[in-house]
């Protein structure tokens, strides 16, 4: 089971980044895909997951309305779309595949919003 991030970068605040996250090894359609990430110094946060199906998408508040998850299982690969960035989204963003007992986790991408 593998999880790899990407997309992660410097933006100005305002801009937009899509982080991207390619998934092998496993039946990726059949599992519910999240994004979390880790501020310096701060625990781990839940940002977005979207079901396996129904397309069903759920966002934190801190990011609802700028940021959106999606996903293309012909391409096993789930998105998050992030726009108007503010300082304080600048973390390690991580992709977290789940089903019942099982999980997997990428090793994450950094984005960082300074001017």
């Known amino acids: 089971v593998q999880l790899v991030e990407s997309g992660g970068g410097l933006v100005q605040p305002g801009g937009s980044l899509r982080l991207s996250c390619v998934g092998s090894?496993?039946?990726?359609?059949?599992?519910?895909m999240s994004w979390y990430r880790q501020a310096p110094g701060k625990e781990r946060e839940w940002v977005a997951s979207?079901?396996?199906?129904?397309?069903?998408?759920k966002h934190a508040d801190s990011v609802q309305g700028r940021f959106t998850i999606s996903r293309d299982n012909a391409k096993n690969t789930v998105y998050l779309q992030m726009n108007s960035l503010k300082l304080e989204d600048t973390a390690v963003y991580y992709c977290?595949?789940?089903?019942?007992?099982?999980?997997?986790w990428g090793q994450g991408t950094q984005v960082i919003v300074s001017s």
């Open positions: 977290k595949a789940h089903l019942q007992d099982a999980e997997a």
């Open positions: 090894g496993f039946r990726f359609s059949h599992f519910h």
């Open positions: 979207i079901m396996s199906v129904g397309n069903v998408r």
